[in-house]
T-cell receptor, first 114, second 113 residues
Framework: DAGVIQSPRHEVTEMGQEVTLRCKPISGHNSLFWYRQTMMRGLELLIY????????DSGMPEDRFSAKMPNASFSTLKIQPSEPRDSAVYFCASTRASNTGELFFGEGSRLTVL | GDSVTQMEGPVTLSEEAFLTINCTYTATGYPSLFWYVQYPGEGLQLLLK?????DKGSNKGFEATYRKETTSFHLEKGSVQVSDSAVYFCALAPTGGYNKLIFGAGTRLAVHP
């Protein structure tokens, strides 16, 4: 079975540009999570969805960040405008809501903002 | 609030050495506890879990026991291999937390031949 698929794997952009990261969760999973990983702050939960509905977005750093999940098989994380401090690896993870704590992670999208 | 503290790395060992990575937690209620592993260039993957006190999770030779009295979930392996080199994350799922995992900072393990 295919795992969580993220794109792009690598993105280099200039400050001020819009960045869109994409995620396709595992089929049948109804919970989706966006995490950010940096050396300084470790793994931070940005937002998570249950049945396509955002449940908790308290980790979204500021209004420049937005996330959507228009259907069960697709989610986006958008940063507009991007800043150098947004440089990080962004992970998407999915699971069934009944699975306590077993998240399935994608390979991540490494973002570099110059 | 709930939190996870794990030992700082890097941990450097020779092949076949014994491994311990310490993890302690702060949480109300009865959280579930996890160890995830991240190999270079990859996402995290679940290594083992324990859902109640005194449970022992195990996988691939790794073990960890849920100790409520010491609020700990230390990871151990009797004989590490070079292929175990990775970053290890301790995590908890709060009671009723809907899979909203709280991760520790991660501990990098390097195993040399």
């Amino acid at each position: 079975d295919a795992g969580v698929i993220q794109s792009p794997r690598h993105e280099v952009t200039e400050m001020g540009q819009e960045v869109t990261l994409r995620c396709k969760p595992i089929s049948g999973h109804n919970s989706l999570f966006w995490y950010r990983q940096t050396m300084m702050r470790g793994l931070e939960l940005l937002i998570y969805f249950n049945n396509n509905v955002p449940i908790d977005d308290s980790g979204m750093p500021e209004d420049r960040f937005s996330a959507k999940m228009p259907n069960a098989s697709f989610s986006t994380l958008k940063i507009q405008p991007s800043e150098p401090r947004d440089s990080a690896v962004y992970f998407c993870a999915s699971t069934r809501a009944s699975n306590t704590g077993e998240l399935f992670f994608g390979e991540g999208s490494r973002l570099t903002v110059l | 609030g709930d939190s996870v503290t794990q030992m700082e790395g890097p941990v450097t060992l020779s092949e076949e050495a014994f491994l311990t990575i310490n993890c302690t937690y702060t949480a109300t209620g009865y959280p579930s506890l996890f160890w995830y592993v991240q190999y270079p260039g990859e996402g995290l993957q679940l290594l083992l879990k324990a859902t109640k006190a005194d449970d022992k999770g195990s996988n691939k030779g790794f073990e960890a026991t849920y100790r409520k009295e010491t609020t700990s979930f230390h990871l151990e392996k009797g004989s590490v291999q070079v292929s175990d080199s990775a970053v290890y994350f301790c995590a908890l799922a709060p009671t009723g937390g809907y899979n909203k995992l709280i991760f520790g900072a991660g501990t990098r393990l390097a195993v040399h031949p």
